[in-house]
């Protein structure tokens, strides 16, 4: 028998072997896991085109992949459970071996540049909890695949460009805390199936188009913290069942069709409310009494509805931030009505507080100005107060913004509004304020609004407010306003969009220093009692449209320089003495709409050109020495005009016997020229090319490779576009190789090569050289070299196709703005400056290129023409000049001829594409429909229903958040800014003013650079 020792070592010895056998089969395992993981995590690294920041330089063999850039592995096994690439700004597709990582927990790809849609496979990660895919340009519908995930807790897919509904299969996520679709192109309604989603402390649906009603369901939701539903088309009334959510404290629904009025109780079964965010809407009744419960609120937003009645008290809101009630019809116009703003003097968080637009009435309340010194933006105006404003407010030294106008206020300017040193925007107007205007009002040099017009002040206007070097805004008029207008008001530099003195009592002469205001595009003195000369430096106010004189002691002549103001709309010279003639010059201002000249002591002719053939448009009764003009003004003729008509007509004969010859001579010189021309054309071609600078067909095979597909970037009607180096210092160009088979090819080269041969601008692509030669075979070959644009053309941006394109969430409101400038600025060079004017003929996204800095350059000068040669004779017939369908303007089809009005239709329908994201091409603009007609039935109220939705998103936030309400702000539906608005509104007008039918109808490229400057002004403001 065996000893109890050799048993034992027995033992020990089984033991050791079957611990090796285990520890090989684990390690053999955990080695086939590992490999999986790695394989799945470089098959995901080749699916990106664009790594910028350098992320994946770890992702090699020369480390393990747990120690790579973004992942994250269990201590345990090795295996990936977490890829973490938040910003790094990739572009790419997502791998669908991503659902091979079967121990992954969490995946961040939020800011980056994925495109495609979400993989099926990721469905497969049955462990996968957090999937976060905010900010990237994913589409296609909402990925039902991943109900798969059991596990998923908070799914993410805001800022993308997901489109159809939302499934009714969405209850399958039964473990979902977090869904957030916002900024997206979510259409239909809610399903009520998301009721079943109990799980859920968070639903965003913010900004996307989905109608209808909310679901009772969504009552069901007993865990839900945040709701946000805004910036839709939901209508209806709230079902009752939202208002027991006693979880909730973020409400958002702003700017949808809501109506119905609150429950008396609401915010008493709604006690843990932070956010209650419902402007915009419809909502009728009163403001609950309940509401003096929500002890929690920090931000009460529930302005442009239909509310009436009394406020009730808000003593017991700490934490209040933001405070809306604008524009409703709150206050009975008592004195009681703003007796609630006394509750809010223990506020200490307050910092907007917006009453704007009611029918609040009583004093002006003194108490007012013991609110927190936090407080950045008061808003009163268009109310019913009256009294004086204290002189305590000046203690509120943070604010930003008071606007207190069309109310009934008296008393002075409070002297101690000069410590309101950051006030950016002070608007007093339409009160019955007197005294004078404090020159205390130039410590205020932030200020670009100042409003203080129809009060009754006096005195002279404070030269400190020459201090306000950021004032765009200066309205003074309908005062009692004496002496000269200061000097230091035309040293303003940013004064941009109006100086309104007007119905004043200033006198003095108007200081030649006026030409100083090159920005102005108001200007007006009208009604006092100015005398002396109009300045011939007025005509240095380049972008000056609307020039308001009248009224005043004006004398001399009307400077010649009113004609160097190119943009001028509207002249009002009225009831001075002014004396002379008015310049012949001003018939040649295209835009001038309305000229009044009436009653001074003009005299001499009366222009017939422009603004002067039309009669309703000119006004010149009271200058009786003034004679001829159009027969409606019915003035005496000119005492030479009655001398010349007997002239005329005994010339008449003369003149009929010279048009027979001359018309015989000049058929027969048509004839010669036609056959001399046809003798020389060949010469003329290679003359127009020789002013180009030459390089040789075999600098061209050899810097693309032999033309390989590898350097192909695009092609188009007539020709292919390579990538190329010519000169390794220079960098790469972009090579256009003609297709000389294809008709008109050879015409194209010539127009590119005349057109672009004198041109420099910024705004245009350069063209660096020119190839016309033979290739190898014999075979003619012709190419242009341009400077190369790194970030292909506008078209790539705003369609992206096959997911190799640029993010278009990029091109965001203030990138496309500068795009649209840069074209016009490029058009308005093409039309207006060049040696010979030249029309593009062929304007749309894919002949629009951008460099490194998103600068536009216009391309492609196939179809070009230079305006003097329109009318040779070997283009009497442009009916070929077509453009591309839905850009070319309509008269092309009837075979007009081609002018700078079929650009400016080119440029509009561009800009209509650039706001809405449709192409003019689209299947929905047929039988009579276009993309002009589609954006002009939602002008201007509508607008947001086909705005782009990546110009909505959450960036456009309005800055007065503080900073610590950010992460709220973004959890829920997002005001956008009031610039953003405008400039969008504006953009759309130009864009339908360019693209009408009729082409005498269209806008002018001078008149468009004008109003860009001002949207630019404006939006930058």
Same mark, same amino acid.
Not at 238 to 252: D, E, K, Q, T
Not at 497 to 510: E, I, P, Q, R
Not at 821 to 840: D, F, K, N, Q
């Given at each position: 028998?065996?000893?109890?020792?050799?048993?034992?070592?027995?033992?020990?010895?089984?033991?050791?072997?079957?611990?090796?056998?285990?520890?090989?089969?684990?390690?053999?395992?955990?080695?086939?896991?590992?490999?999986?993981?790695?394989?799945?995590?470089?098959?995901?690294?080749?699916?990106?085109?664009?790594?910028?920041?350098?992320?994946?330089?770890?992702?090699?063999?020369?480390?393990?992949?747990?120690?790579?850039?973004?992942?994250?592995?269990?201590?345990?096994?090795?295996?990936?459970?977490?890829?973490?690439?938040?910003?790094?700004?990739?572009?790419?597709?997502?791998?669908?071996?991503?659902?091979?990582?079967?121990?992954?927990?969490?995946?961040?790809?939020?800011?980056?540049?994925?495109?495609?849609?979400?993989?099926?496979?990721?469905?497969?990660?049955?462990?996968?909890?957090?999937?976060?895919?905010?900010?990237?340009?994913?589409?296609?519908?909402?990925?039902?695949?991943?109900?798969?995930?059991?596990?998923?807790?908070?799914?993410?897919?805001?800022?993308?460009?997901?489109?159809?509904?939302?499934?009714?299969?969405?209850?399958?996520?039964?473990?979902?805390?977090?869904?957030?679709?916002?900024?997206?192109?979510?259409?239909?309604?809610?399903?009520?199936?998301?009721?079943?989603?109990?799980?859920?402390?968070?639903?965003?649906?913010?900004?996307?188009?989905?109608?209808?009603?909310?679901?009772?369901?969504?009552?069901?939701?007993?865990?839900?913290?945040?709701?946000?539903?805004?910036?839709?088309?939901?209508?209806?009334?709230?079902?009752?069942?939202?208002?027991? +959510?006693?979880?909730?404290?973020?409400?958002?629904?702003?700017?949808?069709?809501?109506?119905?009025?609150?429950?008396?109780?609401?915010?008493?079964?709604?006690?843990?409310?932070?956010?209650?965010?419902?402007?915009?809407?419809?909502?009728?009744?009163?403001?609950?009494?309940?509401?003096?419960?929500?002890?929690?609120?920090?931000?009460?937003?529930?302005?442009?509805?239909?509310?009436?009645?009394?406020?009730?008290?808000?003593?017991?809101?700490?934490?209040?931030?933001?405070?809306?009630?604008?524009?409703?019809?709150?206050?009975?116009?008592?004195?009681?009505?703003?007796?609630?703003?006394?509750?809010?003097?223990?506020?200490?968080?307050?910092?907007?507080?917006?009453?704007?637009?009611?029918?609040?009435?009583?004093?002006?309340?003194?108490?007012?100005?013991?609110?927190?010194?936090?407080?950045?933006?008061?808003?009163?105006?268009?109310?019913?107060?009256?009294?004086?404003?204290?002189?305590?407010?000046?203690?509120?030294?943070?604010?930003?913004?008071?606007?207190?106008?069309?109310?009934?206020?008296?008393?002075?300017?409070?002297?101690?509004?000069?410590? +309101?040193?950051?006030?950016?925007?002070?608007?007093?107007?339409?009160?019955?304020?007197?005294?004078?205007?404090?020159?205390?009002?130039?410590?205020?040099?932030?200020?670009?609004?100042?409003?203080?017009?129809?009060?009754?002040?006096?005195?002279?206007?404070?030269?400190?407010?020459?201090?306000?070097?950021?004032?765009?805004?200066?309205?003074?008029?309908?005062?009692?306003?004496?002496?000269?207008?200061?000097?230091?008001?035309?040293?303003?530099?940013?004064?941009?969009?109006?100086?309104?003195?007007?119905?004043?009592?200033?006198?003095?002469?108007?200081?030649?220093?006026?030409?100083?205001?090159?920005?102005?595009?108001?200007?007006?003195?009208?009604?006092?009692?100015?005398?002396?000369?109009?300045?011939?430096?007025?005509?240095?106010?380049?972008?000056?449209?609307?020039?308001?004189?009248?009224?005043?002691?004006?004398?001399?002549?009307?400077?010649?320089?009113?004609?160097?103001?190119?943009?001028?709309?509207?002249?009002?010279?009225?009831?001075?003495?002014?004396?002379?003639?008015?310049?012949?010059?001003?018939?040649?201002?295209?835009?001038?709409?309305?000229?009044?000249?009436?009653?001074?002591?003009?005299?001499?002719?009366?222009?017939?050109?422009?603004?002067?053939?039309?009669?309703?448009?000119?006004?010149?009764?009271?200058?009786?020495?003034?004679?001829?003009?159009?027969?409606?003004?019915?003035?005496?003729?000119?005492?030479?005009?009655?001398?010349?008509?007997?002239?005329?007509?005994?010339?008449?004969?003369?003149?009929?016997?010279?048009?027979?010859?001359?018309?015989?001579?000049?058929?027969?010189?048509?004839?010669?020229?036609?056959?001399?021309?046809?003798?020389?054309?060949?010469?003329?071609?290679?003359?127009?090319?020789?002013?180009?600078?030459?390089?040789?067909?075999?600098?061209?095979?050899?810097?693309?490779?032999?033309?390989?597909?590898?350097?192909?970037?695009?092609?188009?009607?007539?020709?292919?576009?390579?990538?190329?180096?010519?000169?390794?210092?220079?960098?790469?160009?972009?090579?256009?190789?003609?297709?000389?088979?294809?008709?008109?090819?050879?015409?194209?080269?010539?127009?590119?090569?005349?057109?672009?041969?004198?041109?420099?601008?910024?705004?245009?692509?350069?063209?660096?050289?020119?190839?016309?030669?033979?290739?190898?075979?014999?075979?003619?070959?012709?190419?242009?070299?341009?400077?190369?644009?790194?970030?292909?053309?506008?078209?790539?941006?705003?369609?992206?196709?096959?997911?190799?394109?640029?993010?278009?969430?990029?091109?965001?409101?203030?990138?496309?703005?500068?795009?649209?400038?840069?074209?016009?600025?490029?058009?308005?060079?093409?039309?207006?400056?060049?040696?010979?004017?030249?029309?593009?003929?062929?304007?749309?996204?894919?002949?629009?290129?951008?460099?490194?800095?998103?600068?536009?350059?216009?391309?492609?000068?196939?179809?070009?023409?230079?305006?003097?040669?329109?009318?040779?004779?070997?283009?009497?017939?442009?009916?070929?000049?077509?453009?591309?369908?839905?850009?070319?303007?309509?008269?092309?089809?009837?075979?007009?001829?081609?002018?700078?009005?079929?650009?400016?239709?080119?440029?509009?329908?561009?800009?209509?594409?650039?706001?809405?994201?449709?192409?003019?091409?689209?299947?929905?603009?047929?039988?009579?429909?276009?993309?002009?007609?589609?954006?002009?039935?939602?002008?201007?109220?509508?607008?947001?229903?086909?705005?782009?939705?990546?110009?909505?998103?959450?960036?456009?936030?309005?800055?007065?958040?503080?900073?610590?309400?950010?992460?709220?702000?973004?959890?829920?539906?997002?005001?956008?800014?009031?610039?953003?608005?405008?400039?969008?509104?504006?953009?759309?007008?130009?864009?339908?003013?360019?693209?009408?039918?009729?082409?005498?109808?269209?806008?002018?490229?001078?008149?468009?650079?004008?109003?860009?400057?001002?949207?630019?002004?404006?939006?930058?403001?």
């Amino acid at each position: 028998m065996m000893s109890s020792v050799a048993w034992f070592k027995c033992i020990v010895w089984f033991l050791l072997c079957c611990s090796n056998f285990w520890s090989q089969n684990i390690v053999t395992t955990y080695a086939f896991g590992n490999e999986t993981d790695q394989s799945a995590l470089l098959k995901f690294k080749e699916s990106i085109d664009l790594d910028p920041n350098e992320v994946f330089n770890s992702w090699n063999s020369t480390s393990h992949f747990c120690k790579w850039n973004g992942v994250t592995c269990s201590p345990r096994h090795q295996r990936v459970t977490e890829l973490n690439l938040t910003g790094c700004h990739l572009h790419g597709f997502i791998s669908p071996y991503i659902g091979n990582l079967s121990f992954l927990r969490k995946l961040f790809l939020e800011d980056n540049h994925f495109y495609g849609e979400i993989p099926q496979e990721l469905g497969r990660l049955f462990r996968i909890r957090v999937l976060y895919f905010t900010n990237n340009i994913l589409g296609g519908e909402f990925p039902i695949s991943l109900a798969n995930c059991s596990e998923l807790r908070y799914l993410s897919l805001d800022s993308n460009l997901f489109t159809g509904e939302i499934p009714r299969k969405i209850e399958s996520f039964g473990n979902l805390k977090q869904l957030r679709i916002r900024g997206n192109n979510l259409t239909g309604q809610i399903p009520p199936s998301i009721g079943n989603l109990s799980s859920l402390t968070r639903l965003s649906l913010s900004s996307n188009t989905l109608q209808g009603f909310i679901p009772e369901e969504i009552g069901l939701l007993r865990n839900l913290r945040i709701l946000g539903l805004s910036n839709n088309k939901l209508s209806h009334s709230i079902p009752l069942s939202l208002y027991n +959510l006693s979880s909730l404290y973020i409400f958002s629904l702003t700017n949808n069709q809501f109506n119905g009025s609150f429950p008396d109780n609401m915010f008493l079964t709604l006690p843990n409310l932070e956010e209650f965010t419902v402007s915009g809407n419809q909502f009728s009744g009163s403001i609950p009494a309940s509401i003096t419960n929500a002890s929690g609120m920090q931000i009460l937003d529930i302005g442009d509805n239909q509310l009436v009645g009394q406020v009730p008290s808000l003593g017991k809101w700490k934490d209040i931030s933001t405070l809306q009630l604008s524009l409703n019809n709150l206050g009975n116009n008592s004195s009681n009505d703003l007796q609630f703003l006394k509750s809010l003097i223990n506020c200490s968080q307050l910092d907007i507080l917006d009453i704007g637009y009611n029918n609040f009435g009583g004093p002006f309340p003194r108490h007012v100005s013991n609110l927190t010194t936090k407080l950045t933006q008061l808003i009163a105006g268009g109310n019913n107060i009256f009294g004086e404003i204290p002189m305590e407010l000046g203690n509120l030294v943070n604010l930003i913004t008071l606007a207190l106008e069309k109310n009934s206020l008296t008393g002075i300017i409070p002297t101690s509004f000069g410590k +309101l040193q950051k006030m950016q925007l002070l608007s007093l107007g339409v009160n019955k304020l007197f005294g004078e205007i404090p020159p205390s009002i130039g410590n205020l040099s932030q200020l670009y609004y100042l409003e203080l017009s129809s009060n009754m002040f006096v005195g002279n206007i404070p030269s400190t407010i020459g201090n306000c070097q950021h004032l765009q805004f200066l309205h003074l008029s309908n005062n009692s306003l004496t002496g000269a207008i200061p000097s230091q008001l035309f040293g303003i530099p940013s004064l941009s969009t109006a100086l309104d003195l007007s119905y004043n009592s200033l006198s003095g002469s108007l200081s030649a220093e006026v030409g100083m205001l090159k920005n102005i595009d108001i200007l007006d003195v009208s009604e006092n009692y100015i005398s002396g000369v109009i300045p011939e430096t007025i005509g240095e106010c380049i972008t000056l449209e609307y020039l308001y004189l009248k009224g005043n002691s004006f004398h001399g002549s009307m400077p010649p320089s009113l004609a160097s103001l190119k943009g001028l709309r509207e002249v009002d010279l009225s009831r001075n003495n002014l004396s002379g003639s008015i310049p012949e010059t001003l018939q040649n201002l295209s835009f001038l709409e309305y000229f009044n000249a009436s009653f001074n002591m003009l005299e001499g002719k009366v222009p017939t050109n422009g603004v002067f053939q039309n009669a309703s448009s000119i006004l010149v009764a009271g200058n009786s020495k003034l004679c001829g003009g159009i027969s409606e003004l019915k003035l005496p003729p000119c005492p030479l005009e009655a001398k010349t008509r007997r002239i005329h007509h005994n010339l008449k004969l003369v003149v009929a016997i010279s048009c027979v010859v001359f018309f015989l001579s000049t058929l027969s010189c048509i004839l010669g020229m036609f056959l001399i021309r046809k003798r020389h054309k060949k010469s003329s071609t290679n003359s127009t090319i020789d002013q180009l600078p030459k390089v040789s067909y075999q600098n061209l095979l050899h810097a693309t490779d032999g033309f390989s597909s590898w350097n192909l970037i695009g092609t188009g009607s007539h020709g292919s576009v390579y990538k190329g180096i010519l000169d390794p210092m220079e960098g790469f160009v972009a090579i256009k190789v003609l297709n000389l088979q294809k008709k008109g090819a050879k015409k194209s080269f010539m127009a590119e090569c005349k057109a672009l041969r004198h041109v420099r601008h910024r705004n245009l692509v350069k063209v660096v050289t020119c190839c016309s030669s033979v290739d190898y075979n014999g075979n003619d070959f012709k190419a242009l070299v341009f400077e190369y644009m790194p970030n292909g053309s506008l078209e790539e941006w705003l369609h992206p196709q096959n997911g190799r394109e640029e993010q278009t969430r990029t091109l965001n409101l203030e990138t496309r703005l500068e795009i649209v400038v840069g074209v016009a600025s490029a058009l308005h060079y093409l039309h207006h400056e060049c040696e010979e004017p030249i029309i593009h003929c062929d304007l749309k996204p894919s002949n629009i290129l951008l460099d490194d800095d998103m600068v536009a350059h216009v391309s492609d000068f196939g179809l070009a023409r230079l305006l003097s040669t329109i009318n040779n004779f070997d283009n009497l017939s442009t009916s070929g000049i077509k453009g591309t369908i839905g850009y070319c303007p309509p008269e092309n089809g009837a075979s007009f001829q081609v002018s700078t009005k079929g650009d400016m239709y080119s440029f509009g329908i561009l800009i209509l594409e650039m706001l809405t994201g449709r192409r003019p091409t689209e299947e929905m603009f047929k039988d009579g429909h276009n993309l002009h007609n589609y954006a002009k039935i939602s002008f201007p109220n509508n607008l947001l229903e086909i705005v782009d939705a990546t110009l909505v998103s959450v960036e456009n936030v309005s800055p007065t958040i503080t900073a610590s309400e950010q992460h709220n702000i973004s959890e829920i539906a997002d005001n956008l800014h009031l610039n953003t608005k405008m400039c969008l509104l504006s953009l759309f007008k130009i864009g339908l003013a360019c693209s009408v039918e009729l082409p005498g109808e269209r806008l002018d490229m001078m008149e468009v650079i004008r109003e860009l400057n001002m949207i630019r002004n404006a939006f930058y403001a």
